[in-house]
């Protein structure tokens, strides 16, 4: 029987890091494919054979049983462990390279046995942390229960006390998101798309409300029901989602609208955004690319919405519902609404610094701690503070002058 390093090399082969946790994935240009890989990646991984070799545990290859290092918030990178209960999946996403009826040679992990390999691989010092997905087998609810079941052997068993980030499947119940919320330290569900007419598009079998919005509105409720009861970690975990961004036809504004909806009534932590590739044998495997920039754009702005004190209204969409390409959302806010009215560095409050480019959160706070001590005259002044201060130049007053600037930045 295959061993369960040899599955975790298999699956290793089929997905790869997906932008998680609070790894920067701008950057990134591997998008993700519905329940949590990356059709990037897939796509230069299916079709080549899987490098076989005989591992152990004391000394596996870490890339080829799907090992990333991804940074947590506090900045602390971890190995992490990107994996899947089972390959096999009874829907018909697209894009995806899980779709069923796809050929290829999939791989099935029972919990213990998964808990098991990863807790071996814990002790090892090879894995800090676990991502865990799963292909939909034999339903939403009773695929959420395998994946439950792992987490819980996993804590309980092996007493394992590390980062775990669970995905919600598709129709997840009510009483398992509390289960896992009570298990993982963050929780997410791909949306896939911000209506359910793009939705039908990338995914036929998929229904926005009731199967995947609804498990994100439960768990805002359990977390503003009270304190995390019976949690293993101690606090209630982050939630995140992803949207496959181009082949749904949706708009810009339909997606952050939907980021903006999300971050205030349940209290989401991160939207993840994947540009669109194509991959063989899919039925989108004819369709083109999506522009990575709009990838890019997408994350910046919102940035602006989760960080930054922007609303919805202030993102500088066209006539299209997109948002330029070719200029930052923040330069293109900016240069419609501070060209002529500058912000002056040393009166205006956090609100206002936050909305120029060049400062961010931690500008902010070192202006204002820097005001206490006296003026900021240069733009040498801003640049000490950690402040991009040409990008800023543009837009500010420094006492009451406009500071020398150079090009105007994208
Ligand atoms: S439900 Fe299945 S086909 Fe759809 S994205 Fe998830 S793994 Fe792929």
Known sequence: MEDALEKLERMSAQMTLEPAEEHAPASNPHATAACGHTPADLARAFG??????????????????????????GGQRIALLKTMLTTVCERNCNYCPFRKGRDFR????????????????????????LFLSSGVAGGGPSTQDRLIDTIDILRRKQGYRGYVHLKLMPGTQRDQVHRAMQLADRLSINLEAPTQPALTRLAPMKVLIEELLQPLKWAAEIKQAGPPRGSLTGRWPSLATQFMVGPGGESDVDLLAMTQTLNKKVGLQRAYFSAFRPLTDTPFENLTAEN???????YQASFLLRDYGFEFEDLPFGKSGHLPLDADPKVGWARMNLTETPVEVNKADRRDLLRVPGIGPRGVEAILRERQRGTLRELGD????????????????????RPPAQLALM
Do not use: C, Y
Request: proline letters at 5%.
């Open 48 to 73: 080549t054979a899987s490098e076989r070799t005989s591992v152990s545990v004391k000394e596996p290859k870490k890339n080829s049983l799907g090992i990333h290092h991804a940074i947590m918030p």
């Open 106 to 129: 999939r791989a099935t992990f029972r919990a213990d046995e998964m808990a098991s390999v990863f807790a071996q691989l814990h002790r090892s010092r090879v894995v800090e942390g």
């Open 382 to 401: 801003l640049r000490k503070l950690g402040v991009l201060a040409q990008r800023a130049a543009p837009f500010v007053l420094l006492d009451g002058r």
């Open 292 to 298: 990575p920039w709009r990838e890019h754009r997408l």
